[in-house]
């Protein structure tokens, strides 16, 4: 079955480089997909990336995918306090266009 | 346009007691999905619809049922709710047109007791 995998935690620098990682197993998913979510709120899709890709950048965003090791990372460049939030991967099957969600990595940004 | 639009932002049940939950989104998207959100973990599945008429059943779908009657409303209703449905719940739509971007409404707090 369908199974997406991050780590829980990371505590960065404000300033600092922040690289999220995650792990899936679908290798037919078309498209990965980056959200974010505050505190409370509901889900702010941040950036994808189509699964014949290797990177795309937007912004302070960079997303790479190594499709060999279902590996998908996000970098966001001079992370600001306001980017504290959890992070959540997702897939999206062919089939239902439906997303599977990782656990989501809780980003922390220190003053 | 409002999007996904999702009622009521909070709700307090009893066990037993059956409640629905409303969705609409104004895009004429033709794929609509129900998630649960359990605390600390991500999204998961309940049911999805590919069409008016249409709906299917997703990774835990056990307790809910769903209708599609027309494009625009998608409702989730609990028969019986028991605490283990205590989530928050969230909505989406999506269509080929967005290459198939999931937009999410704000989402309902439930909590059975």
């Known amino acids: 079955g369908e199974d997406v995998e991050q780590s829980l935690f990371l505590s960065v620098r404000e300033g600092d480089s922040s690289v999220i990682n995650c792990t899936y197993t679908?290798?037919?998913?078309?498209?990965l997909y980056w959200y974010k979510q505050e505190p409370g709120a509901g889900l702010q899709l941040l950036t994808y990336i189509f699964s014949n890709m290797d990177m795309k950048q937007d912004q302070r965003l960079t997303v790479l995918l190594n499709k060999k090791d279902k590996h998908l990372s996000l970098r966001i460049a001079d992370t600001q306090t306001g980017d504290s939030a959890i992070y959540f991967c997702a897939e999206g099957d062919t089939g239902r266009r439906a997303l599977t969600f990782g656990s989501g990595t809780r980003l922390q940004v220190q003053p | 346009n409002a999007g996904v639009t999702q009622t009521p932002k909070f709700r307090i049940l009893k066990i037993g007691q059956s409640m629905t939950l409303q969705c609409t989104q104004d895009?004429?998207?033709?794929?609509m999905y129900w998630y649960r959100q359990d605390p600390g973990m991500g999204l998961k599945l309940i049911y999805y619809s590919v069409g008016a008429g249409i709906t299917d059943k997703g990774e835990v779908p056990n307790g809910y049922n769903v209708s599609r009657s027309t494009t625009e409303d998608f409702p989730l209703r609990l028969e019986l709710a028991a605490p283990s449905q205590t989530s928050v719940y969230f909505c989406?739509?999506?269509?080929?047109?967005?290459?198939?971007?999931?937009?999410f409404g704000p989402g309902t707090r439930l909590t059975v007791t």
């Open positions: 679908d290798s037919s998913s078309t498209y």
């Open positions: 989406a739509s999506s269509s080929r047109q967005v290459n198939y971007e999931q937009y």
């Open positions: 895009m004429n998207h033709n794929y």
